[in-house]
């Protein structure tokens, strides 16, 4: 097993920060300003989404259509006879696998497959179509996907994963378990099964570091900065759209409202005016 809680040397972390050919720094300095703005972006929705379920499981529903997407891919690569098959089976492991986290965290919420099984807005259904047909012609890109999306969990993850443990309220209630049984059952999304998290996160950066350093061609790791660029710009768009629909679906509530109860409204104020032309009468 590669994870493990084994004590990792310092000569043993890898890249190093200053190591500048290193893809996983090259990616990071690239991503730098997006990663600036996608930070500010989840802080402030994260905190809305903290005090509605609705908004946190339509998040989480969002990540397990891109983590299936991109581990149908790792899959389907991996299996194939390729130099790039090695490459990503050398950084691969099974604790890392996000999609039937999600899935059982998404069964808390919705409590039906149905409700979640596909994608159904539009930003969402590209960026999933996009990593399934990109990767099959260029199984390297994945190597973007590898760096970007798992890692996030490791830093920014880690900041969301304690403040849903204080937010205890916004799980749903269910027979027989407690509120923290709950939401340790519907956030694993943000967890590992392995001892410790830190030498994952080590061992998989430097796994990473060692696989990508020399079998890739310069070109090839352009193009999976490029593509990092991409996720995080991608990411962003995603996350905004959420918003974007829930926005719509609020107005078309209110529209439908005056529509439907506007009738109402209009004989209370009719009646109101009457009363006040009455009693100026008397
Ligand atoms: C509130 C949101 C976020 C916060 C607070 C946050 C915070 C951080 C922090 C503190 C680091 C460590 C920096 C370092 O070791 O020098 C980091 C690294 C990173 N984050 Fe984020 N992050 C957030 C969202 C994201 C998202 C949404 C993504 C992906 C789309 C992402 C991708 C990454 C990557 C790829 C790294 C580099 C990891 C590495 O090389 O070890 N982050 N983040």
Redesign the pocket.
Known sequence: MKASSARITQSEVLPL?SDLGAL??R??KR?QT??NS??????LK?SLALRDAKIYRQGIQMYYHVFKSIEKSLQREMARDTQYAEILKAIYRPAILRTERLHQDLMFFYGDEKKFATPILEKQIEFCEHIEKVTQEKPYLLLAYM??????L????K??SSKLAQTLGMFPHVEGKTAEEVMLGATTFFKFDVEDDESL?IEY?RDYELATRNSLTEHEKQEIIEE?QY??VT??EC?KEIETHNLKRLQGKLAYQVATKGYYVMWVLAVLCMMYYVRSFI
């Open positions: 920060k996983a720094n990616i990071n991503t997006a990663h996608i930070n500010k972006l989840m802080v994260f760096h970007v999306l798992y890692l996030a490791f830093a920014g993850g900041i969301f996160r950066k990092s996720v995080f990411n962003s996350v």
